[in-house]
């Protein structure tokens, strides 16, 4: 059984910067990636990065690609998101999820390739 767990969601101003962390529990783990989605009232969730587990490899929203990193400490079965230049089209829950059955069938960047998530963390950003 694998759990994931988020933190470190807020309330922030346009142009600040938050840190979301997704730590996992699990007897072993190592998944093929690990992503973060968003999801806004009424919309469908949405594709933000990815990230391989044990290669370097990230991907990004065009969205985006030059404000936010992710990261990860596969010994520590640890997740990052690194926020920068937020702004209120940001506002969304953020989720955590993990790719566990060897490679993503539709893409990086598709919900339903993810087989783990974890409970969401609310990021708002005023103007």
């Known amino acids: 059984q694998v759990q994931l767990v988020e933190s470190g969601g807020g309330s922030v101003q346009t142009g600040d910067s938050l840190r979301l962390s997704c730590a996992v529990a699990a007897r072993t783990f190592s998944p093929f990636a690990m992503g973060w989605f968003r999801q806004t009232q009424g919309k469908e969730r949405e594709f933000v990065a990815a990230i391989r587990w044990f290669a370097d490899y990230t991907y990004y929203s065009d969205s985006v690609k030059d404000r936010f990193a992710i990261s990860r400490d596969s010994a520590k079965n640890m997740l990052w998101l690194q926020m920068n230049s937020l702004k209120p089209d940001d506002t969304a829950v953020y989720y955590c999820?993990?790719?566990?059955?060897?490679?993503?069938?539709?893409?990086?960047?598709?919900?339903?390739?993810?087989?783990?998530w974890g409970q969401g963390t609310q990021v708002t950003v005023s103007s």
């Open positions: 999820a993990a790719e566990t059955t060897g490679y993503w069938n539709r893409g990086y960047d598709s919900a339903q390739d993810y087989d783990y």
